[in-house]
């Protein structure tokens, strides 16, 4: 269709109403999709650059230099360890840009796991001192029940005298 009317010699076939509703659809349904990537994409922008102006965790580099300076370390691991330790990049750097390195969501995922083990470490510990003062309480309780026990006897030896 070439106007506003039909015009038989083109060749084409007018379309009916539900396929060109259906290709308006469409293209407001991109438009839509491709304002929301806009807007996520403007949101990670942000949040790198809020991210950017924070230092990097005392525990991350902790976890960061142990993971990548441990003696069974991969190569690339330890390679990392070495150049920040030369200061010839930081953990600020990597942490803020890991996929610049090579094996950098892997050293992540190892720094991750190690502060997860560290974690349930704490806890686990926090979990013992809970059991402990628990039965300390339990102690306590009974002490103070035949303290109480005690003082009601000799009150009730008084007033039987």
């Known amino acids: 269709m070439a106007g506003e009317f039909f015009d038989a010699s083109s060749g084409e076939t007018p379309r ?7 290709s308006l659809q469409s293209q ?3 438009r839509q999709l491709r304002g929301a990537l806009d807007g996520l994409r403007d949101l990670l922008d942000t949040w790198r650059e809020e991210e950017a102006e ?9 976890a960061l230099d142990a993971v990548t300076g441990a003696a069974d370390a991969p190569l690339s691991y330890r390679s990392l360890h070495r150049r920040v330790h030369a200061g010839r990049t930081t953990w600020e750097t990597f942490w803020r840009d890991p996929q610049a390195e090579e094996d950098g969501p892997l050293i992540v995922n190892a720094v991750v796991k190690h502060n997860t ?8 510990d926090i979990d013992e001192h809970a059991e402990e003062q ?3 309480g339990r102690e306590l309780d009974a002490e103070v029940a035949r303290q109480a026990g005690e003082r009601d006897r000799r009150r009730q030896d008084r007033q039987d005298d």
Do not use: F
């Not at 009916?16 to 259906?22: I, N, R, Y």
């Not at 924070?54 to 902790?62: I, S, T």
């Open 117 to 124: 083990a560290r974690l349930n470490a704490v806890l686990a």
């Open 28 to 30: 407001d349904a991109e």
């Open 16 to 22: 009916s109403a539900d396929e060109v509703l259906a």
């Open 134 to 136: 628990t039965e300390l």
């Open 54 to 62: 924070k230092p990097v965790d005392p525990e991350v580099v902790e």
